[in-house]
C-alpha cells in the first residue's frame, strides 16, 4: 500500500492552510492560531491553545521542516553568529546571523549546493544537490530568532545557492516572510541576490515585490566575466545590464551591483575606469557599487586593502556610489558555502 506523503505545512501559506483544515472538518478561524505557532517554530504540544485532536491530525497530515542546528560559531570579534543547518534529508546549509545599528540581518541559502560554477565561490564547488522549499527558507530565520532570542528585521538572500535559479519556490518565500499573519518581515528590508539570469531577471520586476535586487557582477568586460562566472556565457554583460535597467524602470527599485575583488583579475585601475564606463552607459540611475574583499579559499587569493580602496576611490571620483562591504566574522570564515564544504570534506575523509 503507497503512503500518502505529508504536506510541507509551513510552506502554506495562511488561505491554503485554512482550505487544508477545512478538509479535516476543522473551523477556519483555528488556521490563524495554528499559523501564529508554526511561525514561532512550535510544534506538537507546544501549541497550548490547540486541541488535542486537532494536533494529533496535524501530526499525521502533516510534517514541520524545521532545520536544525547542526554547528554554531560565534565570532569573538563582533558577535556574527554562523550557523550550519541540518535538514529533514540529512543535507546541510548554512546561514550568517549579523548584527547591525539598524537591526539585525540573516543571510540565508536558497539551494543545497550551486550550479552556476563561479571560480571566486565556495558554495559551487561541489554542485547543486537541490533546491530548498519555501519551508526551509522560511526555517533558517525561524530558527536563527528562536536560538538567539532576537528578532531579525533583514533578510539577505545570498547564501548558499542562486536564488533565481530556484524561482518559484523563491517568490512563495518572498510573499510568505513579508506575511502580516507570519513573520512580517517588509520586502523592502529583504536582498535578493543573483548572479545574472536575465529571463528570471525580467519575471522577477513583474512580480510586483519591492525587494532589493543585488547582481553579482565582479568583472568590466565578458572576456573576463565569462572566465570567473560560466553564466556570462549565456546571458553576456549587455543583456544582464539592459534587464537591469528594465527592473529599474519598472520597479522604481535601484540595483546595487556587488563586485568581489580578486588579485590579478579585477581589481586593477584600469579595471575601476573601465567598469565606471559600463555601469555609466547602460543604468541611467547613479549605480551603486557594493565591493567585495573576498574571503579566501584554496582556488583564489585575495585582493590587497591597498587595491580595494584604490579601486573604490576611482570609482567615486568618476561618478559611481562605491562602498566596500563590512566583512563581519572574518574569525569565523562567514562567508557562506566554506562550512558546509569543510564539513563535508571531514565526512568523507
Not at 7 to 35: C, T
Not at 282 to 307: A, Q, W
Request: with cysteine; proline share 3%; charged share 25%.
Amino acid at each position: 500500500m503507497t503512503q500518502i506523503p505529508k504536506i510541507d505545512i509551513l510552506s502554506l501559506n495562511l488561505k491554503e492552510l485554512e482550505g487544508e483544515l477545512l478538509k479535516l472538518d476543522e473551523p477556519k478561524y483555528r488556521a490563524k492560531q495554528v499559523y501564529s505557532w508554526l511561525v514561532k517554530g512550535a510544534w506538537g504540544e507546544e501549541m497550548r491553545n490547540i486541541p488535542l485532536a486537532l494536533r494529533k491530525k496535524l501530526e499525521e497530515v502533516f510534517e514541520f521542516r524545521l532545520p536544525k542546528v547542526k554547528l554554531k560559531l560565534v565570532s569573538k570579534l563582533d558577535g556574527t553568529i554562523k550557523y550550519l543547518f541540518e535538514l529533514i534529508d540529512g543535507e546541510c546549509i548554512e546561514a550568517v546571523f549579523m548584527k547591525y545599528e539598524h537591526g539585525n540581518t540573516l543571510c540565508i541559502s536558497s539551494q543545497v549546493g550551486c550550479r552556476m560554477g563561479c571560480k571566486f565561490c565556495a558554495s559551487t564547488l561541489a554542485g547543486r544537490v537541490r533546491d530548498l522549499t519555501p519551508s526551509e527558507m522560511l526555517g533558517q530565520i525561524i530558527t536563527a530568532q528562536k536560538d538567539t532570542g532576537e528578532r531579525i528585521s533583514n533578510v539577505v538572500m545570498m547564501g548558499i545557492g542562486e536564488p533565481l535559479d530556484n524561482y518559484d519556490n523563491v517568490i512563495k518565500f518572498l510573499r510568505l516572510v513579508s506575511s502580516e499573519d507570519g513573520l512580517n518581515i517588509g520586502l523592502r528590508h529583504i536582498s535578493v541576490s543573483s548572479c545574472g539570469l536575465v529571463d528570471k531577471i525580467n519575471d522577477l520586476a513583474n512580480e510586483g515585490l519591492p525587494i532589493t535586487l543585488s547582481i553579482s557582477l565582479h568583472a568590466y568586460d565578458n572576456q573576463v566575466r565569462s572566465a570567473i562566472m560560466p553564466i556570462n556565457n549565456k546571458y553576456p554583460i549587455e543583456a544582464l545590464l539592459k534587464a537591469c535597467q528594465g527592473y529599474f524602470e519598472k520597479t522604481g527599485r535601484r540595483i546595487s551591483f556587488e563586485y568581489t575583488l580578486i588579485a590579478d583579475k579585477n581589481d586593477t585601475q584600469e579595471g575601476a575606469i573601465q567598469l565606471a564606463s559600463l555601469l555609466k552607459k547602460y543604468i541611467k540611475s547613479t549605480p551603486h557599487v557594493n565591493l567585495i574583499p573576498l574571503n579566501e579559499v584554496k582556488e583564489t587569493r585575495l585582493s590587497t586593502s591597498k587595491n580595494v580602496n584604490l579601486f573604490k576611490n576611482k570609482l567615486i571620483s568618476l561618478g559611481i556610489n562605491a562602498t566596500v562591504r563590512r566583512k563581519l566574522g572574518s574569525d569565523i570564515n562567514a562567508s557562506c558555502g566554506q562550512l558546509r564544504r569543510q564539513t563535508k570534506e571531514e565526512n568523507d575523509s
